[in-house]
C-alpha cells in the first residue's frame, strides 16, 4: 500500500468505470473550454512498463516530505510551492494557474489539475538549487527513482560525488519525483495522477 505517481493512459482516463478518471477528464475539458483553450483529448493508451523505456511512470512516495517542504519554502513563492506538489492531476497542458474541479479523487474531496510546462519549470529551479546529479533516473517506468533513492544508488553516488543534493537524499528524491513526472507528462502527452 502507499502513495504513488503514475501515469495514466487513455483507458482510463475518458473511462467512466470504477477506478477511471472520466469524470475528471469531462470536468477539465469543461474548464478547458471556459478560459478558451482547447480541450485536452489526445492521451496516449497505456504502455507496458518495461525498465529504462520511458513509456510509463510509476513511482511510490516513501520518504518523508519535510526537507522538500523546506527547500520549496527557501526558495519558492508560496504559490510556486503549491504548483509543484499541490497537485492531484498533472497534464501536459500550459496552464496560468492550477485548476479545481469539484471531482472527488482517492485522497482529497476535489481534484487539482496542473500543467506540466509550469510544475517543469519550478522542478528544473529546485533541481538547479540542489545541483541535482545527471546520474538520477531519468526513465521511471517501473518504480526506478524509488529504487535508486532508496536501495543504494544515490548513497553510492553520494559517497564519490557529494553536494547539496546529497545532504538530504529524502529531499532529493521529491526534486527528482517532481522534476521527472512533469518532464514525462510532457513527453508522452500523459496525464500523471496520484493512486
Known amino acids: ?12 482516463w475518458f473511462g467512466g468505470d470504477e ?3 472520466g469524470e475528471v477528464a469531462a470536468a477539465l475539458n469543461e474548464e478547458l473550454g471556459q ?3 482547447p480541450p ?32 520549496c519554502e527557501a526558495h ?14 498533472l497534464v501536459p497542458v500550459s496552464l496560468d494557474e492550477e485548476i479545481r474541479l469539484p471531482v472527488e479523487c482517492s485522497h482529497t474531496d476535489s481534484t487539482v489539475v496542473a500543467g506540466a510546462p509550469q510544475v517543469l519549470a519550478i ?12 546520474e538520477v533516473p531519468a526513465m521511471c517506468d517501473t518504480l526506478g527513482l524509488t529504487m535508486w ?36 507528462s510532457l513527453r508522452r502527452g500523459c496525464p500523471i495522477v496520484y493512486s
Open 35 to 37: 478560459r478558451g483553450l
Open 76 to 89: 519558492l513563492s508560496p504559490e510556486e510551492g503549491e504548483t509543484v506538489f499541490g497537485w492531484t492531476v
Open 123 to 134: 522542478a528544473e529551479r529546485l533541481a538547479t538549487a540542489i545541483d541535482l546529479p545527471t
Open 40 to 71: 485536452y483529448e489526445s492521451v496516449p493508451e497505456a504502455a507496458d512498463s518495461v525498465r529504462g523505456s520511458g513509456q510509463a511512470f510509476e513511482e511510490k512516495l516513501v520518504p518523508s516530505m519535510d526537507g522538500f517542504a523546506a527547500l
Open 149 to 184: 533513492f532508496l536501495d543504494g544508488g544515490a548513497k553510492e553516488l553520494a559517497a564519490v560525488r557529494p553536494g547539496p543534493w546529497s545532504a538530504d537524499l529524502d529531499t532529493a528524491f521529491y526534486v527528482a519525483l517532481y522534476l521527472r513526472a512533469a518532464q514525462h
Open 19 to 21: 477506478g477511471g478518471w
Open 1 to 12: 500500500m502507499g502513495i504513488y505517481l503514475v501515469g495514466v493512459g487513455a483507458g482510463d
